[in-house]
């Protein structure tokens, strides 16, 4: 791996463990203690990890992590292949729904060289980057702005996808699990998804491999819902991420076409 992902499969690693040290992630990574050291000091000088005797803690974990200012950051070198790994599959001329969350502000910077395209985005910051963008007809979901994501949400943005049909949905994802299928942690969120899924054609969704074997509190759909997943290649490294192999396994058992970026 190049070290942009690097840095990012590294903090993925910390924030799992809360704490891991030098020696375990170099064998997990398969590189040089003295890569990682140099890697974790990286990390540090961007308020990550906290750097301590033989390895780092994590500022921010997955589980008590803040809102999308807060995530926005991390993993920025993956979440840019994903992007432009699902913005290649996306015809010009396509009627897209674009989901909220970090990943797909990404996938809404990748569009622009897909464009001529009709958009509409589920959260402000999609439809800031995509603003005023040549040949994007940019359509902004109306609804209530969630507090800490900006994700539009309510029975005003559900009116609003419910009278519109789509070519194709993506959707970003807060969990990926092999029974429970497509979950998020918001019920609001969730139910967007789902009227996101009910009116498009073609549902991509779209995740970091952090996602996968994860169980979000609210149940989307099951895995067939979707047609085609794009997240990364890490997420076929036990090592890595333990759940990442059996729940891509589930995945191709639901006739969902892989990606790996």
Known sequence: MDAGERLDVTLRLVQGGE???????AQRL???????RRDLDTLER???VRRVHGGA???????????????A????????????AVAG??????????DAGTTTVHVAQALIDRAPLTVTALSLQTAARLADQPDIELLVCGGRSRPGEQSLVGPVALRAIESLAFDVFVMSIGGVHAEYGWSEFSLEDAAVKQAGIAQSACVIA??????LGVRAFSQVAPLGAAHEFVTDRTAAEASIHPAGPATLDALREAGVVLHMA
Do not use: C
């Open 19 to 25: 704490r891991a040290s030098v020696s375990e992630l």
């Open 57 to 71: 803690i994590a500022t921010h974990t997955r589980t008590r992590a803040g809102g999308f200012a807060d995530r």
């Open 73 to 84: 950051g991390w993993s920025t070198a993956i979440k840019d292949r994903l992007g432009a």
């Open 46 to 48: 961007r308020g990550l």
């Open 206 to 211: 779209v995740a970091d491999a952090t996602k």
């Open 89 to 98: 599959l996306i015809a010009p001329g396509s009627r897209v729904l674009l």
């Open 30 to 36: 398969g590189v040089s203690e003295m890569t990682v």
